[in-house]
């Protein structure tokens, strides 16, 4: 079964600043790598996610994420936030196989932007 | 296009309890999702369905918990007899069929058992 670190709980940042959430997941032979995001109250919302070809990938509300392979990571960045960002950001990787679609989550990263 | 649909929204009851949480995923989709979020981390995966099979149940704690989906539609993840732990948000979510699928998450059901 795959293991999703996210490296920070909670992440406070200044409103306009930049910002980068960590993610490292265990190793794979092929895996499907997503950023979901939860408002207070509400579901996840998928923000981005990395299937295949480019390791850079953009996302909705101008968040982007890097895939590293050699490192096991992808981390979601945006650089310039604004307070509506305050929110729970979930890693979540999935592998092919019998667990088709499956996701595997992170314990969440709080993003709270200060003015 | 209509989301993830869930009822009820919020539930408390007490030890012992009975609950059932209802779940009608996006028009389509073949395969269904109830995941289980505690307080201060991530959701984890309870039981999965393909159409109304079921896929992976691993850890369904099955001497209390129950789903079922019939017709491979809409779907009722059922606890009985709740424990104190139990308390937590039951997320359904519903994805198309392929690989690196999108999984659509409903709002959630949030029980507190007390």
């Known amino acids: 079964a795959q293991s999703v670190t996210q490296l920070d709980s909670q992440v406070p940042v200044f409103e306009e600043a930049p910002v980068e959430l960590r993610c490292n997941y265990s190793?794979?032979?092929?895996?499907?790598l997503f950023w979901y995001v939860q408002y207070p109250n509400q579901g996840l919302q998928l923000l981005l996610k990395?299937?295949?070809?480019?390791?850079l990938v953009k996302g909705i509300n101008g968040f982007e994420a890097e895939f590293n392979k050699s490192q096991t990571s992808f981390h979601l960045r945006k650089p310039s936030v604004h307070i509506s960002d305050t929110a729970e950001y979930f890693c979540?990787?999935?592998?092919?196989?019998?667990?088709?679609?499956?996701?595997?989550f992170g314990r969440g990263t709080q993003l709270t932007v200060w003015p | 296009e209509a989301g993830v649909a869930q009822s009820p929204r919020y539930k408390i009851i007490e030890k012992r309890q009975s609950v059932a949480f209802w779940c009608n995923p996006i028009?389509?989709?073949?395969?269904l999702y109830w995941y289980q979020q505690i307080l201060g981390q991530g959701p984890k995966l309870l039981i999965q369905?393909?159409?109304?099979?079921?896929?992976?149940d691993s850890q369904l704690p099955k001497d209390r918990f129950s789903a079922e989906r019939l017709k491979g539609v809409d779907s009722t993840l059922k606890i009985q007899p709740a424990k104190l732990e139990d308390s937590a948000v039951y997320l359904c979510?519903?994805?198309?069929?392929?690989?690196?699928?999108?999984?659509?998450f409903g709002e959630g059901s949030w029980l507190t058992v007390v």
């Open positions: 979510a519903s994805s198309e069929r392929r690989m690196g699928n999108t999984i659509y």
């Open positions: 190793s794979s032979v092929s895996v499907y």
């Open positions: 990395y299937l295949s070809g480019s390791t």
């Open positions: 979540a990787v999935s592998e092919g196989g019998s667990t088709l679609g499956r996701l595997y």
């Open positions: 028009s389509g989709h073949a395969t």
């Open positions: 369905f393909q159409n109304n099979g079921v896929v992976d």
